[in-house]
């Protein structure tokens, strides 16, 4: 696999992938979200408290949210199992069956500019979810 300053490397996006699975502290999500926009621009974002986790989406298939992660991973789609939940519209989501299902105080699908630096991202997080502080 080729590596570059600009295109990180599988093991990069894959440690990456943790703040999809685990709420994390907003800037490991930004971190995340700045490189999977560039993979689809829409992703669902989710708030517990002060803590955050993000994810591909997808209304289409689950293989749909496969092609999207093999696609960040920079990997075929043979090679990848991914566990998914849906939300309650039918939206499939990335999800990981080894951990218990902590639900969200909230969420909402985020389209973000392509590219977007992380301080863009991490603005319109905020901006979302100034609507409904924690606690």
Avoid: N
Wanted: negative net charge; charged residues 30%.
């Amino acid at each position: 696999m080729t590596t570059s300053s600009e295109t990180p490397s599988e093991p990069t996006r894959v440690g990456l992938l943790e703040s999809a699975f685990t709420f994390s502290p907003l800037e490991a999500v930004c971190e995340a979200v700045v490189e999977a926009s560039t993979v689809d621009p829409q992703i669902l974002i989710e708030r517990r408290g002060d803590r955050y986790r993000w994810s591909f989406a997808t209304k289409r298939d689950v293989f749909s949210l496969l092609d999207k992660a093999a696609a960040f991973l920079g990997i075929d789609q043979a090679h990848l199992l991914v566990g998914f939940r849906t939300l309650d519209d039918g939206t499939y989501v990335l999800h990981d069956d080894r951990v218990g299902f902590e639900p969200s105080d909230d969420w909402e699908l985020i389209t973000f500019a392509v590219p977007s630096t992380r301080a863009e991202v991490e603005e319109r997080i905020r901006a979302r979810f100034a609507k409904d502080p924690p606690g």
